[in-house]
């Protein structure tokens, strides 16, 4: 590959005295982040907290941000706040200020049009970041923000939020690149006959993005590799290249060797890669 490539999607497991004993995230360091990046095709990675009321696995933004600061060139600092917490605008004023370049991961399991979800896309507008949110649906997820399979909710909420870059990412969203979506069946196999609502709304909107990272992003791409290879030719500005991790944690589903494999143009891997999230960041 040509060029290095921004992953969106990361995260830290354990650092000074937060230890996420009962998950694999408490293997990944900052240490061990540092040495995926310098020993992959990553130059940057996002670096994403948690905050959450219904995650088990947390990770302040305080420790992002100190993250980035001991390593200003290879990590781009998010941040989460609890939307259900008090003064919930004010700490996400504050860690903007302090340098994080979005908000994200975005996993309350409220729905996605909740007043309280409204109030932070809101806030996310008036401050100019990115919001990459996980979607879910049904009874197979345990946490995320909900929508329908038929993603109503979700499309309401980027038709009014233009100001708003939304970066997709769980699931909720990757299970419905086909028109069929089975119920409660979070990593849906088999040929895509007919689009579904995920390719609709990226085609469709400006803002909205699809982050590739984990198991659900390489599902969309792997189930079908003829309708992906078209897919990520036609939207190629709309994608962004993100692992979760998944290299460490599923060394069988490499996100990088399945782009590579579906042959597109440098251009198309160009986007995918870095481009656009440059774009969304401003950099």
């Given at each position: 590959?040509?060029?290095?490539?921004?992953?969106?999607?990361?995260?830290?497991?354990?650092?000074?005295?937060?230890?996420?004993?009962?998950?694999?995230?408490?293997?990944?360091?900052?240490?061990?982040?540092?040495?995926?990046?310098?020993?992959?095709?990553?130059?940057?990675?996002?670096?994403?907290?948690?905050?959450?009321?219904?995650?088990?696995?947390?990770?302040?933004?305080?420790?992002?941000?100190?993250?980035?600061?001991?390593?200003?060139?290879?990590?781009?600092?998010?941040?989460?706040?609890?939307?259900?917490?008090?003064?919930?605008?004010?700490?996400?004023?504050?860690?903007?200020?302090?340098?994080?370049?979005?908000?994200?991961?975005?996993?309350?399991?409220?729905?996605?049009?909740?007043?309280?979800?409204?109030?932070?896309?809101?806030?996310?507008?008036?401050?100019?970041?990115?919001?990459?949110?996980?979607?879910?649906?049904?009874?197979?997820?345990?946490?995320?923000v909900m929508d329908s399979p038929e993603l109503e909710g979700l499309e309401g909420i980027v038709k009014e939020h233009t100001d708003v870059d939304f970066i997709l990412h769980g699931p909720g969203w990757w299970s419905c690149m086909s028109s069929v979506v089975p119920p409660d069946e979070a990593y849906p196999k088999g040929p895509i006959v007919n689009p579904g609502r995920t390719p609709y709304l990226l085609e469709n909107y400006d803002n909205v993005y699809g982050d590739i990272s984990a198991g659900s992003g390489y599902n969309a791409l792997s189930r079908d590799p003829e309708f992906?290879?078209?897919?990520?030719?036609?939207?190629?500005?709309?994608?962004?290249?993100?692992?979760?991790?998944?290299?460490?944690?599923?060394?069988?589903?490499?996100?990088?060797?399945?782009?590579?494999?579906?042959?597109?143009?440098?251009?198309?891997?160009?986007?995918?890669?870095?481009?656009?999230?440059?774009?969304?960041?401003?950099?």
């Amino acid at each position: 590959m040509p060029f290095k490539s921004i992953d969106c999607h990361t995260h830290i497991g354990r650092y000074e005295d937060v230890s996420n004993v009962n998950s694999p995230w408490d293997n990944v360091t900052l240490e061990a982040l540092i040495s995926y990046i310098d020993g992959s095709n990553v130059s940057k990675a996002v670096v994403l907290p948690l905050s959450s009321w219904n995650v088990d696995v947390s990770m302040p933004t305080e420790y992002v941000l100190d993250a980035s600061r001991r390593h200003p060139d290879k990590i781009i600092p998010f941040c989460a706040v609890e939307v259900r917490e008090q003064c919930f605008e004010e700490k996400v004023m504050r860690y903007v200020d302090m340098g994080c370049r979005g908000f994200g991961e975005h996993t309350s399991k409220l729905p996605v049009n909740h007043k309280q979800n409204l109030e932070l896309y809101e806030l996310c507008g008036r401050l100019e970041i990115p919001l990459l949110l996980h979607l879910a649906f049904g009874r197979s997820e345990t946490y995320g923000v909900m929508d329908s399979p038929e993603l109503e909710g979700l499309e309401g909420i980027v038709k009014e939020h233009t100001d708003v870059d939304f970066i997709l990412h769980g699931p909720g969203w990757w299970s419905c690149m086909s028109s069929v979506v089975p119920p409660d069946e979070a990593y849906p196999k088999g040929p895509i006959v007919n689009p579904g609502r995920t390719p609709y709304l990226l085609e469709n909107y400006d803002n909205v993005y699809g982050d590739i990272s984990a198991g659900s992003g390489y599902n969309a791409l792997s189930r079908d590799p003829e309708f992906a290879k078209g897919f990520a030719e036609k939207l190629s500005r709309k994608l962004i290249y993100g692992t979760d991790l998944n290299d460490l944690f599923s060394p069988g589903e490499v996100h990088i060797k399945l782009l590579e494999s579906l042959g597109l143009a440098e251009i198309d891997y160009d986007n995918i890669y870095r481009g656009n999230l440059e774009g969304i960041l401003k950099t």
